[in-house]
């Protein structure tokens, strides 16, 4: 059993991860045909389902450690397991988009995001091996704030958002000697 403190943690983090999946939801069936339709490409299929796989495990993990007398261990394994194993079969379909469409930080994202889960599945062992060890809980927590982080810059991304402001973007246009995308002066 969690610690009350921890169960708020999880309390706010199953209703901020449905608000978030809702507005996922409305912003892709707004423009569900550039997603999902015959036009939509393979990189913005992927930024959807890597968006929405980082906000439905964070929400069904922060659900599952809310119920009484739980541990979050077996819900970490489980949907660790299932993220790790849609992450890398996004992978495998990431290395078949054309060169110009795969980007480096595609495909080092969706590294981070499997590293990650796999965390969170061997976190959830760790629970089940030592369901009272709040340590581990508090590095459960870590990666649900990590899963968000993904999620958000995943949605971002799928709506639009400008991608040329990040630190190696912007070394790699200084290298070349050209500013990086999306800016508009060159300033960093």
């Keep these: 059993m969690l610690p009350p403190s921890y169960v708020s943690f999880f309390s706010v ?3 901020v991860s449905a608000a978030l999946i809702g507005l996922l939801f409305v912003s892709v069936s707004i423009e569900a045909e550039s997603v999902f339709g015959e036009r939509a490409t393979l990189r913005r299929q992927l930024t959807a389902l890597s968006a ?3 906000l439905v495990n964070t929400f069904f993990l922060s659900l599952t450690s809310i119920i ?3 541990s979050p261990g077996p819900a970490a394994v489980a949907l660790g397991v299932l993220a790790v194993n849609g992450t890398a079969a996004d992978a495998l379909t990431a290395l078949r988009l054309r060169k110009q ?4 930080v595609t495909l080092l994202l969706i590294v981070i995001s499997m590293a990650l889960y796999a965390y969170e599945t061997a976190l959830g062992v760790k629970l089940i091996l030592h369901p009272h060890d709040i340590g581990t809980v508090d590095d ?3 990666v649900v704030i990590a899963a968000y982080a993904i999620g958000l810059s995943r949605a971002w991304q799928l709506l639009g ?3 040329g402001h990040s630190l190696l973007r912007q070394i790699r246009a200084a290298l070349r ?3 990086a995308p999306g800016d ?3 300033a960093t």
């Design 52 to 54: 929405f796989t980082a």
């Design 161 to 163: 958002g400008r991608r």
């Design 140 to 142: 459960l927590l870590t």
């Design 177 to 179: 000697g050209r500013t």
């Design 68 to 70: 009484p007398s739980s």
């Design 101 to 104: 469409e795969r980007r480096t």
């Design 184 to 186: 508009d002066d060159g």
């Design 13 to 15: 983090s199953t209703q």
